[in-house]
T-cell receptor
């Protein structure tokens, strides 16, 4: 069974700090990972995708993939109260299908 | 480009009834996946359709079924509703459903079974 695991939190950080969210996966053959943000009562919103080892930066967000250690992380710099949400890690996708496997999500609270 | 749309947004049904949910993917996207989200189980994969064919199915009973039309719009049906079917049902579209394609979610349909 392919699994994606996240710490459910809540992770609490002060405004302006760096929030670090982590995700581990069991399938060594995984190639693609996605981070979604979900506000309470809303649907998941794609914020980052990463396919190769290393870092990928987009604004205040940095996704990191380490295939040797089988973990994916998301860093949020200069955290804002509006970043308070649940962050879902998704992957690995099975080859040639649309099946995304989601972690349980980490709840982030950014305190003013 | 318009996003993924789902109708209806809210539904209230009673046990034993059936329900049909609709999803229109982003224009040009041919893959539609359906997920169930509950507080206890998180996001669970239901099935995926690509070019009118079901390509993958999750571990849900046969009461859950779906289909996709030639214009890529998809419907999901749940028959003989149970209380435990109360959930947020999400559909997501991607261009081809391959491993590197990003999936984009619709707003969801919140189903309440009384």
């Amino acid at each position: 069974q392919k699994e994606v695991e996240q710490n459910s939190g809540p992770l609490s950080v002060p405004e302006g700090a760096i929030a670090s969210l982590n995700c581990t996966y069991s399938d060594r053959g995984s190639q693609s990972f996605f981070w979604y943000r979900q506000y309470s009562g809303k649907s998941p919103e794609l914020i980052m995708s990463i396919y190769s080892n290393g870092d990928k930066e987009d604004g205040r967000f940095t996704a990191q993939l380490n295939k040797a250690s089988q973990y994916v992380s998301l860093l949020i710099r200069d955290s804002q109260p509006s970043d308070s949400a649940t962050y879902l890690c998704a992957g690995p996708r099975e080859s040639n299908t649309g099946k995304l496997i989601f972690g349980q999500g980490t709840t982030l609270q950014v305190k003013p | 480009k318009a996003g993924v749309t789902q109708t209806p947004r809210y539904l209230i049904k009673t046990r034993g009834q059936q329900v049909t949910l609709s999803c229109s993917p982003i224009s040009g996207h041919r893959s539609v996946s359906w997920y169930q989200q509950t507080p206890g189980q998180g996001l669970q994969f239901l099935f995926e359709y690509f070019s009118e064919t079901q390509r993958n199915k999750g571990n849900f009973p046969g009461r859950f079924s779906g289909r996709q039309f030639s214009n890529s719009r998809s419907e999901m049906n749940v028959s003989t509703l149970e209380l435990g079917d109360s959930a947020l049902y999400l559909c997501a579209s991607s261009s081809s459903g391959l491993s590197y394609n990003e999936q984009f979610f619709g707003p969801g349909t919140r189903l309440t079974v009384l």
